[in-house]
């Protein structure tokens, strides 16, 4: 199994430098047999860039995101934690947010689970009320 870093997802997305877009295409394609692991935090970063520094739409960063973790050889950390939190990207929050409060109610390798997350973030308090089963978010008093 092949882990890759954020610019390798970023060159497969953007296409902003061939050959490194070929060799990254290289990877996914004609290494099926292999599968290519991409960590949450390798995630994060790559929506952040792709949104921040090309400035793609939200939802064409999400939809490029979905289609890359949807590949068959591709494996990505916490699995359902990633899903929850495109699922609440979706539904209005930060992708950042997402996982974080994702992987703060996480059982996922023994995590415990967390009921609350606690910020000083106004908008997030506000913002995640109105997203479908996420985690209770609260100010810090």
């Known amino acids: 199994m092949k882990a890759v870093d954020t610019n390798v997802i970023v060159r497969l997305l953007v296409e902003d430098d061939r050959a490194q877009a070929k ?3 290289a990877l996914f ?22 949104r921040g520094g090309y400035r793609l739409s939200k939802a064409k960063v999400l939809d490029a995101l979905e289609a890359l973790l949807g590949l068959a050889n591709v494996a990505v950390e916490a699995p359902s934690v990633v899903g929850k939190a495109l699922a609440w990207a979706r539904d209005g929050l930060d992708f950042a947010d997402a996982l974080h409060l994702a992987s703060a109610a996480s059982t996922e390798e023994g995590n415990v689970g967390r009921n609350v997350f606690l910020t000083f973030d106004r908008g997030l308090v506000s913002k995640s009320a109105a997203v479908k089963d996420a985690i209770q978010v609260k100010l810090v008093s």
Do not use: G, Q
């Open 23 to 25: 060799r990254a295409r």
């Open 29 to 50: 394609e004609h290494d099926e047999a292999e599968t290519v692991f991409i960590a949450k935090t390798v995630l994060l970063e790559a929506e952040w860039v792709l």
